[in-house]
């Protein structure tokens, strides 16, 4: 059933309206999707798997998981679908569940067929549906039983990797390295994380929900209907860009206005390529293998949207970004899009700040916050205050595993793929000098001013003076060859920014 109003056509100050009329669930509709999943789970607690074996083992259901937008408190009236996210006790790790979860849905495949009377429901199996070791999840339909609606129901095999977990803490870390070492497909074992991603939802505040609900039939109706052989974002990247938009552009006030609302994530889906959003919600920086892996993210194509409860998920990627770009441009210009004029408009950024601290050797740090879009050269006054500096202020920064780079006064922190907290170093240097970039065994470099007449030896006593070894101490090369002392930086062709190897005798 589809609302008998046009979105199009609403007035902006009617579609808080429009959502509680023809949007939010009724009653019945509520029942008839509470009913599908008590009686699709019961089946799979009680009938599914009795007497059933998967190798060698018995299978056994740990819990059942309601996901999806009925799982969220985000369901549409007479447009929903039931996630059944089912955990078993024969996947104790990632890979089990890869192997073995093509034979887990065969199973349930053939007990639907044998005890669907049971269900007291009309269900649809998928005709002609290819049975794979590599199927991810099963689907059928349910026939409503008060309505000629039908429910569309996932059913999702997955590994309990958060176990226990409380979902007021924190997953411990070490869950996050397994998924990243797992050798999965992005968003492969998301699955695994449906708790936290409904929970990241379902706390939300009723209203943020019905800007959600909005937002999502939006999508169902003027890009799924139109794009329907096209591989289009998921909603769950759309519901996620709209909390990230509430969150911006409110302060995360539980009071706003729906159409500036609707309006600011309209813009930020027009302007798509610019756009980075992540959550440390759940995981974080602190973790190595998990940092890394973040940033390595972070550092893609854009747009980036990062699953909050699943690093490996990058719900930007591979999608017709261009397509909702251009009918959320059209969609500005209709009617609900047509907002007065207000200086409480939400201004949102398509990332958020980065916190740069800048360190220069033996003075101290300067920590900044600042707009991955905006140009370098605007943090260079609150940095020369801070440090007194009548120089030139030469700034670099070197991600782990990479080379040190300049950071140009002209670029911008996102044009170097700088999305997240970043350390950076400052040089002062004055005219004349160039400043190059000295790397020891670990990768790990160092910034240093210097003329290029001096000498390599007046090199490594900057070195020294800095804390690093003894001038007798050190061996330095540039492009595989060993630096003579007497040699000056001219003579052996070493530039601006060139990176010289340090080796301690």
């Known amino acids: 059933m589809e609302p008998s109003q046009d979105l199009y056509e609403t007035p902006a100050d009617r579609l808080d309206a429009f959502v509680e009329q ?11 999707v509470q009913d599908a999943w008590e009686r699709s789970q019961r089946f799979l607690r009680d ?12 299978i056994r259901v740990l819990k059942v998981v309601k996901g999806g937008s009925s799982g969220k408190g985000t369901t549409l009236n007479h447009s929903s679908d039931v996630d059944l996210i089912l955990f078993l006790s024969c996947f104790s790790s990632f890979l089990d569940q890869t192997l073995l979860r093509g034979s887990i849905i065969n199973i349930i495949e053939e007990k639907l067929e044998y005890c669907s009377r049971s269900l007291a429901y009309n269900i649809t199996l998928p005709q002609h549906r290819e049975r794979s070791w590599s199927a991810r999840s099963l689907s059928f339909l349910v026939q409503a039983k008060k ?17 226990n977990f409380s979902l007021d803490s924190k997953p411990c870390p070490e869950i996050y390295e397994n998924l990243i070492t797992s050798g999965g497909r992005p968003g492969e074992f998301s699955p695994s994380f449906t708790e936290l991603q409904r929970d990241f939802v379902k706390r939300r505040p009723i209203k943020l929900k019905n800007l959600l609900r909005l937002v999502k039939h939006w999508y169902l109706q003027y890009l799924k209907h139109k794009y329907q052989k096209v591989a289009l974002p998921s909603k769950y990247a759309l519901e996620l860009l709209t909390i990230y938009t509430w969150e911006m552009g409110t302060d995360e006030s539980e009071n706003f206005n729906l159409d500036e609302g609707f ?10 390529d610019r756009i980075c959003i992540y959550w440390t919600k759940y995981y974080d920086f602190r973790n190595e293998i998990v940092r890394n892996y973040i940033k390595q993210q972070l550092r893609g194509p854009r747009p980036i949207i990062l699953d909050p409860a699943d690093p490996t998920n990058n719900l930007g990627m591979g999608k017709c970004w261009d397509l909702v770009a251009k009918e959320a ?16 408009d939400w201004h949102v950024q398509p990332a958020r700040d980065v916190q740069v601290t800048v360190k220069q050797a033996g003075n101290g740090v300067c920590k900044l916050s600042v707009d991955p879009y905006s140009p370098i050269w605007k943090m260079k006054p609150e940095i020369k205050r801070t440090f007194g500096l009548t120089g030139n202020q030469r700034l670099s920064f070197q991600e782990p595993g990479g080379k040190r780079q300049l950071l140009s006064s002209q670029r911008t922190l996102a044009d170097y793929g700088i999305f997240s907290k970043v350390n950076v170093r400052m040089l002062e240097t004055f005219p004349g000098e160039i400043q190059v970039f000295v790397e020891n065994s670990s990768g790990h470099s160092k910034p240093y001013a210097i003329y290029p007449d001096d000498s390599v030896r007046e090199l ?11 001038v007798e101490d050190q061996i330095l090369k540039f492009q595989g060859r060993k630096l ?22």
């Open 47 to 58: 009938l599914c798997f009795h007497d059933e074996l998967v190798g060698d083992q018995e």
């Open 263 to 272: 309006v600011a994530v309209m813009e930020l889906l027009r302007d798509y």
């Open 147 to 163: 309505s000629s609606d039908v429910i569309k129901v996932d059913v999702l095999p997955a590994f309990d990797a958060l176990g």
């Open 484 to 505: 003579r002392n007497h040699c000056s930086l001219s003579d052996l062709h070493i530039e601006d920014c060139d990176t010289i190897m340090l080796i301690r005798k």
């Open 329 to 344: 441009a059209y969609c500005l210009g209709q009617a609900c899009c047509s907002t007065e004029d207000s200086c409480d």
């Open 22 to 32: 023809s949007l939010q669930p009724q009653r019945d509709w509520k029942e008839e």
């Open 460 to 470: 490594k006593e900057k070195i020294e003076e800095a804390g690093g070894p003894f």
